[in-house]
Nanobody, 121 residues
Framework: QVQLVESGGGAVQPGGSLRLSCAAS????????MAWYRQAPGKERDLVAH???????KYADFVKGRFTISRDNAKNTVTLQMNSLRPEDTAVYYC???????????????WGQGTQVTVSS
């Protein structure tokens, strides 16, 4: 069984920083991409950033220059470093991955359980 486990959410003042981490475990052959999404109350879930095995990254315009996504392919982990946080960054952040599993054809989408990030003074 494959699962994604997130950590690192919390509350911070505007201008502060937080670091989110997500670890994938199970009978994993490969993961591509790994990504972070977020969902604020009453809003749709939006892509924040994604990263390929190659290291290629893509960011939503609303986090460019403030957030950095990285991954450790050997450990199947992805990290989101969030700097210069704003109140509008308040949301539940979800880890997402497309995973190829041992002894099963095709690829499968997985979501983490979500971690709350609150930016408020």
């Amino acid at each position: 069984q494959v699962q994604l486990v997130e950590s690192g959410g919390g509350a911070v003042q505007p201008g502060g920083s937080l670091r989110l981490s997500c670890a994938a475990s199970g009978s994993i052959v490969s993961i591509d991409p790994m990504a972070w999404y977020r969902q604020a109350p009453g809003k749709e879930r939006d892509l924040v950033a994604h990263i390929l095995t190659s290291g290629s990254t893509k960011y939503a315009d609303f986090v460019k220059g403030r957030f950095t996504i990285s991954r450790d392919n050997a450990k199947n982990t992805v990290t989101l470093q969030m700097n210069s946080l704003r109140p509008e960054d308040t949301a539940v952040y979800y880890c997402y991955a497309i995973i190829r599993i041992q002894n099963r054809p095709g690829t499968y989408q997985y979501w983490g359980q979500g971690t709350q990030v609150t930016v408020s003074s």
